[in-house]
């Protein structure tokens, strides 16, 4: 657990349900919603409410809550590299 005054919550990739937490070292960490498909969408749009809660209840600037650009993909090669620093990123988590 880790106070939300150090960390900013990004939607990294909303067709993918993915979150991301980074911290203010400049480390981040995704979050990737593993859920049955007839209850992703709800579970994700929780998620996503959840963070807007976060950013306009509390003291301000604590949560810096944004929407990620991401440009319309246009081949598989985005999605590799994206798939690939997702798994460092698990990996390295796992490894601390």
């Known amino acids: 657990l880790f106070p939300l005054q150090f960390v900013q919550l990004f939607v990294h990739n909303e067709s993918r349900w993915q979150l991301k937490v980074k911290f203010r070292t400049g480390r981040a960490f995704y ?3 593993r859920a049955p498909a007839e ?21 301000e600037g604590a949560v810096p809550f944004t929407q990620e650009y991401s440009p319309v993909e246009d081949g598989d090669d985005e ?9 460092r990123e698990e990996l390295q988590a796992m490894e601390a």
Do not use: K, N, P
């Not at 209850?39 to 209840?57: A, K, M, N, P, T």
């Not at 999605?79 to 798994?87: F, G, N, R, V």
């Open 31 to 33: 979050l990737q919603l």
């Open 39 to 59: 209850s992703r969408d709800r579970e994700f749009g929780q998620w996503v409410r959840l963070l807007y809660r976060l950013r306009f209840h509390s003291a």
């Open 79 to 87: 999605d590799d590299e994206d798939d690939d620093l997702i798994e």
